[in-house]
Every structure is written in C-alpha cells, then in structure tokens.
C-alpha cells in the first residue's frame, strides 16, 4: 500500500458532479501529481467478470450501466456485508501512485472509516450538493432501490466533513474547484 501525501475524498448524490469535478481537479493540480481513484471500478469490474457484462460499457455514463445498477448495488452489499472494505482495497492497491489522489466516489460510512484508519491525517473529506432539479437537468431520474438505499443514502447524515460545497452552475463549478485546492493547500 503506497503513502500518499493527500487522499481527498469526494462524495454526494448520483448527477452532483463528483466526477467531472474529479476531472477538473486532476487537470488543475496536475497529472504528475494527481490520479483519480475510483471504488466503482472494481465493483463493476468483478461484477462484469461474474456476470459476463461488457466492462466498458459499465464504467461509461450511458442506460447499459442504469440497467444493472440495482443489481450491482445488491451483488456489492453482499460482499461488503464479508468485508466493509473489499472495493476500497482493490481500487487503492490497483491505483496510479501519486501525491495525491481525489477518490471520486465515496459512498458509505464504511468507506470513510476504512480511509482513515489506513491513512489518517492524509485525509480530506469533500461533500458535494446539488439541487434535485440541477440533479435532474442532468439526467437524474429517481429510482427505487437505487436513489433510496444505503448506497446513496448513507451518508445523508454524516456532519464530519471537512469541506460542503454546491455545484449547481459552472460558476459554481469553478468556486468548487477553488474550494478544494484551497483545502488541499494548492492554490
């Protein structure tokens, strides 16, 4: 397990922007020193082994993935109910090392304690909102088992985190970003 200089945590609900904010933190500070570590990649990769999926089509923003999100959800808690930790191993052992890495996909409890457990001060916890109608204007659609279950709920009620921001315009996109490389001490 490598040590980083900085972990920066991002988390929110589905079409608040965590990763195209992820992607324009990465393009700000640098792909020398910054790499993008994502818990969804080994879910839908070990899903897409055991299912026979297309993983390509899995990893990409498109209705392919819509249809098996419940499923996955369901496969996931059941490895997670094994090891609260499983996909957080795999995405931090497979990641590109680097000073610092925004895991752009935070979405439980579990995953927060296991980070800083392993990483401790290196941590920095990122919560991004949007309105449900910006949600929507991006493609958000409400689904049952999905929007309403620990995956994307779990952390509704988490209050420790160190920096809560909006995104929903691109002038707020922009502060966002300005936000965290303050944060991280990279302005």
């Known amino acids: 397990m490598m040590s980083n200089n900085l972990i920066v945590l991002l ?3 589905r079409k608040t922007g965590k990763d195209y904010i992820s992607e324009k933190l990465l393009k700000a500070i640098g792909e020398d020193k910054c790499a993008i570590v994502r818990i ?5 990769s ?6 026979n999926l297309d993983l390509s089509e899995l990893m990409s923003p498109n209705k392919y993935k819509e249809e098996y999100r419940k499923q ?3 496969w996931s808690d059941q490895v997670r109910s094994q090891d609260p930790s499983y996909f957080c191993k795999i995405a ?27 990483y401790g001060g290196q941590i920095r916890t990122v919560r991004i909102s949007a309105t449900e109608q910006t949600r929507v204007n991006r493609g ?12 994307e ?19 707020e996109c922009d502060c966002v970003i300005n936000k965290i490389l303050s944060l991280i001490n990279i302005v």
């Open 92 to 118: 931090c052992s497979e990641a590109v090392p680097k000073p610092i890495w925004i895991v752009s996909d935070i979405r439980r409890k579990t995953d927060i304690k296991w980070f800083k457990a392993t």
């Open 46 to 51: 070990q899903y897409a082994k055991e299912h």
């Open 40 to 44: 969804s990649e080994p879910i839908k």
């Open 72 to 74: 996955m959800i369901i």
């Open 140 to 151: 958000f659609v409400f689904t049952k088992g999905v929007d309403d279950v620990t995956s």
């Open 11 to 13: 988390s929110g609900k």
């Open 153 to 171: 709920c779990d952390l509704d009620d988490y209050t420790e985190w160190d920096l809560c921001v909006a995104n929903d315009s691109s002038e």
